[in-house]
């Protein structure tokens, strides 16, 4: 999607190694957000950023970190890869993070852990 | 936890006829949103109501709003077999980082 990209996007990785994926955005959009997406369950909120530095967690945080040193930059981490974060991760930005307007979304990254 | 449920989770229909999919949710919100998916892409925002609005169109598009009942509904009118795709609700709560709380989906297949 135009102004948005993620990288990799696909990546298959063992257990217990870390793994981080990159969401990279040209729009200068303050807010940024990662999510998952997995068969039955939907979309779910990994963690998010309303700022360089600034970071909060969502529903699904365990066994993820993030970090955001600058604006167009939002790293997630699996510090230790397990088979339970196979899955399909989508970053998303926003400009104004009231919600009156709608995210746009990277393409995704499969990542696969086996 | 999630926000939304849609409603069917699949729906299919030929071309031509109109689809109608339902999304609902739990608490109180300030807007909802509709996303559509396409097979191996990311999300595509479609529209969005507003709590104080009861119905609103874009092209194809009409989106009811009920906050009564805590649900919303999409029609997709006159499909096409590019209609074909996952299609999401998505709750704005009103907090200041712009959360959504996004459903399962509905997988909708328009056929030719």
């Known amino acids: 999607d135009a102004g948005i990209t993620q990288s990799p996007r696909h990546k298959v990785t063992e257990t217990g190694t870390p793994v981080t994926l990159r969401c990279h955005q040209t729009e200068n959009h303050r807010y940024m957000y990662w999510y998952r997406q997995d068969p039955g369950h939907g979309l779910r909120l990994i963690h998010y950023?309303?700022?360089?530095?600034?970071?909060d967690k969502g529903e699904v945080s365990d066994g993820y970190s993030v970090s955001r040193s600058k604006t167009e930059d939002f790293l997630l981490t699996l510090e230790s890869a397990t088979s339970s974060q196979t899955s399909v991760y989508f970053c998303a930005i926003s400009d104004q993070g009231i919600g009156n307007y709608g995210y746009t979304f990277g393409s995704g990254t499969r990542l696969t852990v086996v | 936890s999630q926000q939304g449920e849609e409603d069917p989770q699949a729906l299919s229909i030929q071309e031509g006829e109109n689809a109608t999919m339902n999304c609902s949710y739990k608490?109180?919100?300030?807007?909802l949103q509709w996303y559509r998916q396409n097979s191996g892409r990311g999300l595509v925002h479609l529209i969005l109501i507003r709590s104080n609005e009861r119905e609103k169109h874009s092209g194809r598009l009409r989106v009811t709003l009920d906050t009564s009942k805590k649900s919303s509904s999409l029609l997709i009118t006159a499909s096409r077999a590019a209609d074909t795709a996952s299609y999401f609700c998505a709750t704005y709560r009103g907090s200041t980082l712009g959360r959504l709380y996004f459903g399962r989906g509905t997988q909708l297949t328009v056929w030719p």
């Open positions: 950023s309303y700022g360089v530095k600034d970071t």
């Open positions: 608490t109180s919100i300030n807007n």
